[in-house]
């Protein structure tokens, strides 16, 4: 099976076993908050399906103790199949924004201050990067290895220098101006579901992973510290 038919198979699979568009929900807004990890300790394992044979990922969400950041949330532990790609961000929230401090790139400065709140069903300008754009849409619910999740938001890049693909077609979105280079679900209150990434000129998948598992890590009582 060549590349091309296998991230075929994949993006056919994904339409099937998760509710397709058609059958997401419309709503006006959507806050970013309400979708992503915010409890200390929290975790999700993810499970790739493509490519084939790489190993699973953990992604824990901690607080920064000491230094620069302390006080600020950091969610670590995210490898893509490109080995160097480990990633991690140092974030927080403010009423209006969520704040990156720094990323596994190094720091930024000044934060960047990504919109916490976006219209749905609607093309957005992305504030951190000119040459890709925003979409985001609902789904009553979506299906993944953990389980069945409810109220899922779905966060397709757009990659402008790029016309409409394959990905596009398959999720009902041909009518948008430029090709769908990577597509996220979000589960209100858990955080990541899984990702979808594809080359935006040929439409091919370059991977695909699936929440398998998540949970929260409670931290250990005083006393246990002590004896640690």
Known sequence: MT????GRTLLLWSLVSFLPLSQAHSADIVDLRDYWMTTAGQWSRFTYSYPPGFADITVTL?????????????????????PSRYQWVIFDWDATSMIIYATSSGKL??????PRILPLDQLIDNPLEDDVAWYCTKLPSLTVPAGIFQDVVVWFNLDKNTKPNLVNDLYGLSGLPYGICGAEWYGHSVGQLQELSVD????????????????????????????D
């Open 62 to 82: 901690t607080v920064e103790g000491s230094g620069d950041y302390a006080g600020h949330y950091r969610a670590g532990g995210f490898i893509t199949p490109d």
């Open 3 to 6: 590349l091309k038919m296998l």
């Open 109 to 114: 400065d000044p934060p960047a201050h990504l």
């Open 200 to 227: 935006a000129t040929t439409g091919e998948t370059q991977w695909f992973f699936a929440l398998q598992a998540c949970g929260l890590k409670k931290p250990l009582p005083p006393y246990l510290l002590l004896l």
